[in-house]
């Protein structure tokens, strides 16, 4: 071998390692490069698992937690998964027992669910599905479908899924509600008060009672305004009570307006007006409630001059009462001083008989004092303007009338109870007890004569009871007896008005009067003041 050739091998030896070296280093480099890599693919498909664990446990939240019902089925109808709510909806528990979806269906919608089932298949999914449906413990429910395929990469069908609502009660109430407005729309149309809804004034709608009070119909009002068909109020400014409901300050007011009806005459009418809001507050709808009182303010006209009139013809008769009372007394007291100027003067030449004649008229004459005295009472006793109102203890007072009226031996006059001590006039109270002691002593006929006072609290009111074994009164006399001149029996001493006088002074302080009697056994007398 020459050098020449020895020099060229070694060269090439020298290529070869260079080259090995350079073979070396690039085999380095991508092994390198593979580590790195395969260092971070594994990073990344960690990361990925992680993220995929992730979005799986949301997912399995996501179904558990559900609000409406999901079902998972195979293509042929078995179920495969139910999250909570469905398993609550339906009763069942797939872990414990095998379902078909066919055997949920009701029996009466079995053919427009194969119908769904075939638009599911064919078009991969249908909506509104809704149908009634059998459940293990809550019978026989109506749901709201919406379903969907599942398909694998082939795009063949493996799977289908369903979200199911429970909209029986929904549908429940759904009918009631309509059912309320029907008969809401029925009440409306068929009231006898105008109904309008308006909005910013603007008729929108309005029944037949307030057509009828304009004299418009429905069609020719829609074209309107509140404005074009009212004038003014009685009370109160509609734009006032407007402005305060626009600001949510009140939800209703009610005012007297005056309305014209088409063929030009007007109407005084009761206005409501009722604010319905959207649920930010601001006013919806008005609804109107239009009632006609023209009839009912002329009448209160014509009451309230009736009240004037009747309070000065009661001033009046008072007036002519104490005016009567004096002219008629007047002469009664001349006739009574001439009978007295007779007797002393020709006491010596009457005999007994003419004596006795002037004794009638003396009887006669103070009988018809206190018929005199008693009208005036009566006249009187009603009367609320003149009151000296002032405790008064009622123990103290029947006493006082004990000694007053004339009570015989033979009748005893009994407090039963501890009366109270109430506020009233003292006049008009002692004439209301003294009047019914003094009758139940009057119409006494028994020798073991017994009068008995008791009381009773009635919350608001007391109770009186004055309770006799007098003649009693028959039940055809129970109402007359207390009207003026009205009396039982043929009593000398009675004018008949006394029991009238009663009767007003109960009145007076709001209270009632009554009896309760048993002809020839007694009478009892029940009656009520106020507190």
């Not at 937690?65 to 179920?79: C, E, K, Q, T």
């Not at 005999?351 to 006795?356: A, H, I, S, V, Y």
């Not at 008791?454 to 004055?466: E, G, V």
């Not at 007896?481 to 008949?496: H, R």
Request: net charge negative; aromatic share 8%.
């Amino acid at each position: 071998m020459s050098s020449d050739d020895i020099l060229i091998l070694k060269r090439a030896l020298v290529r070869e390692k260079t080259a090995r070296k350079q073979a070396e280093k690039i085999l380095e480099d991508k092994s390198r490069e593979l580590f790195l890599l395969t260092h971070e693919l594994k990073g990344a498909n960690e990361k990925l698992q992680d993220l995929i664990g992730k979005k799986e446990l949301e997912l399995q939240g996501v179904f558990d937690n559900l609000v409406d019902a999901y079902v998972l089925i195979d293509v042929y109808g078995n179920i495969l998964e139910m999250n909570n709510a469905a398993k609550i909806l339906f009763g069942y528990d797939i872990t414990e027992e095998k379902i078909n979806v066919m055997s949920l269906v009701y029996k009466e919608d079995y053919q427009y669910a194969m119908t769904s089932f075939q638009q599911l298949v064919s078009e991969g999914s249908f909506t509104d599905y809704q149908a009634r449906v059998y459940t293990k413990n809550n019978g026989v429910r109506t749901v709201h479908i919406n379903a969907s395929l599942i398909k694998d990469k082939k795009n063949n069908s493996i799977r289908a899924q369903g979200i199911i609502r429970d909209i029986t009660e929904e549908l429940e109430q759904k009918q009631i509600f309509e059912e309320q407005k029907k008969q809401l729309s029925a009440i409306v149309e068929n009231s006898s008060l105008g109904i309008a809804l308006t909005q910013q004034d603007k008729i929108l709608q309005c029944n037949k009672a307030f057509q009828d009070l304009l004299g418009y119909t429905q069609e020719e009002l829609l074209s309107k305004e509140i404005k074009d068909v009212s004038l003014a109020i009685h009370n109160g400014s509609p734009a006032e009570f407007l402005q305060k409901m626009e600001k949510g300050e009140i939800d209703t007011f009610s005012m007297n307006q005056k309305y014209i009806r088409q063929d030009q005459s007007a109407f005084w009418a009761k206005t409501n007006v009722a604010a319905v809001r959207n649920p930010n507050g601001s006013i919806k709808y008005q609804v109107t409630l239009v009632e006609d009182i023209t009839e009912q303010l002329e009448f209160e006209k014509q009451r309230e001059k009736f009240v004037k009139d009747l309070e000065k013809t009661n001033n009046e008769l008072k007036d002519y009462a104490h005016i009567v009372s004096h002219d008629l007394k007047s002469p009664l007291r001349n006739i009574n001083a001439l009978v007295n100027w007779i007797k002393e003067d020709y006491g010596d030449v009457l005999n007994t008989k003419g004596l006795n004649h002037f004794s009638m008229i003396e009887t006669t004459l103070e009988k018809m004092e206190t018929l005199i005295n008693d009208i005036l009472s009566y006249s009187s006793a009603g009367d609320k303007d003149n009151l000296n109102t002032k405790k008064i203890d009622l123990n103290s007072l029947v006493n006082d009338i004990k000694n007053i009226v004339l009570i015989p031996k033979t009748t005893s006059v009994n407090v039963l109870k501890k009366l109270p001590v109430i506020k009233g006039d003292v006049t008009r109270i002692q004439q209301l007890f003294q009047n019914l002691i003094g009758n139940a002593v009057i119409y006494m006929d028994k020798e073991n004569g017994k009068v008995e006072i008791d009381y009773q609290d009635k919350n608001t009111h007391h109770l009186f009871i004055i309770r006799d074994n007098g003649i009693g009164i028959k039940e055809e006399y129970h109402n007359k007896i207390f009207k003026m001149f009205q009396s039982v029996g043929d009593n000398e001493n009675s004018t008949g008005v006394g029991l009238a006088i009663v009767k007003k002074v109960v009145e007076l302080y709001d209270g009632e009067i009554w009896l309760e009697s048993t002809l020839g056994i007694g009478s009892t007398f029940y009656f009520t003041l106020k507190k």
